[in-house]
Each structure stands twice: as structure tokens, then as C-alpha cells.
């Protein structure tokens, strides 16, 4: 989702949001577009990420197609390639061995991409007389084609996704307008639904519990699931009166309920006991920015991750029970995004684990 690119603020109060373009230009005679929701940039503007040498150099070797039966024949991470070539938008795979090493290529189109075993979700955007939103799902047979079941119509612009650790449930953020309380700008909308089915609950619809009391709040704002393994558990960011909140949803129950203050796009851990997420952060000289952080859902303690210095406005993946995976945008290249790492506990320095990459998903 990154050319053009569309930027718009996170959901707050008021929610301010804008859209701005930026058009990567043809390579080798294709053009590639997309779009991505980005929320609530920097009042100073985004800072872009600059790749080392040698993570470019990486990037280069990258570009060589591997064989996919290879690829998904072991554990690896997909992904959306943004190298500025032919490919640019497509899903593509490496091996979680060798993350900088040669990609294969699915042939699949995606704006946002996440994957279990079997199945994926790609979320798209359809260009023409008029543009429109879907979510499709995919069955993902070890060096076959990938395979469409259904397309879902989305409302908005898409913005991010995930599904369940079994693939059975997969959710979609959008973002779209004309709310009724809105004056201007845009909103988070947020749906789940059983990979494979038409058929979507609105998060919009459920019960909100905060602090102990059932609220109706006209302002709220839903973004960003992640799920717990039960297949009815799941975490999801809950913004309403200018704050914002992490929530607990029940999709039985049909609730969600706030259980910690200051948390945005969460992703809950392999082991299930902790949530990584962006925080905001502001001082004067700087003004707003995200910080990645992790909270131990155990304790209640957080550990705001500040080895990674640039605006972090993604949802993290997990690498493993100790390593966290995110998109940065390159300094200077337009449309270009890395995937970087980062320790959990908040030793050591971020790097660059896959170049000319966005959307990360492990898949052991």
C-alpha cells in the first residue's frame, strides 16, 4: 500500500485526518500504485528510515526470484514486496532462514497481506470509473497458485489486517466517511469475519465495557485486532474522548472491554502473554511520533522500546517470542518500505531483517 501513498491521522478527538499522494513513477514500463492508511502522522512529518548500505545491497540480491516450492517447503515470512521494479505490490515469501536472501513471488496484488499455514487475506483497492475496497481470501497450497474463495466489499481505504492463529478468523480495519459524528475528515471501521465467509460482525456493534460500566460512547473508534488462540478472544485498539485504549473483545459475548490506557495497534505475543504496540510520544522540539513498546498483560509493566528513534506507525508483527517485525518507509525513495527488527526487551539496536518489504507475516 504505498503509491500513491495516502497518510491519514489516527483516530482521535476531534479527529483531524488528511490524504496526500505520492505517485512512485513507472519502472521498466509498469506502474505501480497502491494505497496506505497511515494514522496520525507527526506534526513535524513523517521520518523515513535510511537503509544501511549493506541492507541495500541486500535488497538487490533479493530482487532474484527463488523457486516457491522451496520457499514454502519451511518456515518463512511473507510479506509485500516495494522494490521499485515490476513486481512492486505483489505478495511475496523468504525464507525465515535467510530473510534477506531470495524472494519467491505469488502472482497476488495486495494493498495489506497477513498469512497463516493454508490461507491468506489481502486487502485491495480496485481503480476505475469509480474506486472500491475488498478483502479477499486466499488458500495457499504449498507451490500452487494461490487461490481465491471470497471477496468481501470493504467501506474504506484499507489499513490493516490479521487473522486468527488457526486462519478460521480474519479481521479488516478501514478507514472511511461520513459518520455521523464527524465534522470532518475520516474514521476507523473494523469488521470480523470466518475466513472463507461473506458474512462480518461490526466491532462497532458490540458492547463497550470501560471501567467496570457498559458506555455508549458516539465518538468511538475500533482498530487494529489481534487474536488470541481460542478463536474468541482477541485484542484491538479502542479510542474514544481523545484517548485511546487497549481493549479486550469477546466475540461470543459480543463485548469489548478496556483493560489499559495508551495503547495503539496492539499484536499479542506467540506465547500469549504480552502485547507489542505503538505509544504515542510528544515533547516540543520533536512534536508527536510512535514509539514501539511492549506490555505484559500479566503485570500491567510496559517497556517502551526507545533504541528505535524513527515514527513506527504500523502494527507490529512478532518474529518470535523475542523479536518484533515492523514497515519503516526509506528516506528518499518514494513508495519504498523496509522490514526492520527489533528485541522485545529492548536490548540492542534495530535493523533491517527484509529490504523492500511491508506487511510482514511469519508462518512456522
Request: with cysteine.
Amino acid at each position: 500500500m504505498r503509491a500513491p501513498r495516502v497518510r491519514t491521522a489516527r483516530p482521535s478527538s476531534p479527529l483531524r485526518l488528511a490524504l496526500s499522494a505520492v505517485v512512485v513513477a513507472a519502472i521498466a514500463g509498469a506502474t505501480a500504485y497502491g494505497l496506505d492508511a497511515w494514522q496520525h502522522p507527526p506534526a513535524g512529518g513523517t521520518r523515513a528510515a535510511a537503509v544501511p548500505v549493506s541492507a541495500q545491497g541486500a535488497g538487490r540480491i533479493a530482487g532474484a526470484v527463488a523457486d516457491r516450492s522451496v520457499i514454502e517447503a519451511a518456515p518463512r515470512i511473507v510479506f509485500r514486496h516495494t522494490g521499485l521494479d515490476a513486481r512492486y505490490g505483489q505478495v511475496a515469501e523468504v525464507a525465515l532462514a535467510d530473510p534477506a536472501g531470495p524472494r519467491a513471488f505469488t502472482g497476488v496484488d495486495c494493498d495489506r497481506v497477513y498469512a497463516r499455514p493454508g490461507v491468506a487475506t489481502c486487502l485491495r483497492t480496485q481503480t476505475g470509473v469509480s474506486t472500491s475496497y475488498q478483502a479477499d481470501d486466499l488458500v495457499t497450497t504449498p507451490g500452487a497458485d494461490w487461490r481465491q474463495t471470497v471477496s468481501v466489499p470493504l467501506p474504506g481505504i484499507p489499513s490493516r489486517t490479521r487473522l486468527s492463529p488457526d486462519g478460521t478468523l480474519a479481521a479488516s480495519t478501514v478507514f472511511v466517511t461520513g459518520d455521523s459524528y464527524m465534522t470532518t475528515g475520516f474514521s476507523a471501521r473494523t469488521i470480523i469475519r470466518h475466513a472463507g465467509s461473506t458474512s462480518v460482525d461490526d466491532l462497532e456493534k458490540f458492547l463497550i465495557v470501560m471501567h467496570g460500566r457498559q458506555v455508549r460512547p458516539r465518538d468511538r473508534n475500533i482498530w487494529g485486532v489481534t487474536f488470541a488462540p481460542d478463536d474468541r478472544t482477541f485484542y484491538v485498539t479502542l479510542a474514544t474522548g481523545g484517548r485511546t485504549y487497549l481493549a479486550r473483545g469477546d466475540l461470543a459475548a459480543r463485548t469489548i472491554t478496556t483493560i489499559a490506557d495508551h495503547v495503539e495497534c496492539p499484536s499479542l505475543s506467540p506465547d500469549g502473554t504480552r502485547i507489542a504496540f505503538k505509544q504515542a510520544r510528544t515533547d516540543r522540539a520533536r512534536g508527536s511520533w510512535w514509539t514501539p513498546a511492549v506490555l505484559d498483560l500479566a503485570t500491567g509493566r510496559r517497556t517502551v522500546l526507545t533504541a528505535e528513534t524513527h515514527t513506527v506507525d504500523d502494527q507490529i508483527e512478532w518474529l518470535d517470542d523475542h523479536t518484533l517485525l515492523y514497515g519503516l518507509a526509506r528516506e528518499n525513495q518514494g513508495g519504498v518500505d523496509d522490514v526492520w527488527a527489533l528485541n522485545a526487551a529492548g536490548h540492542g539496536a534495530p535493523r533491517v531483517l527484509i529490504p523492500d518489504a511491508w506487511s510482514p507475516a511469519v508462518i512456522r
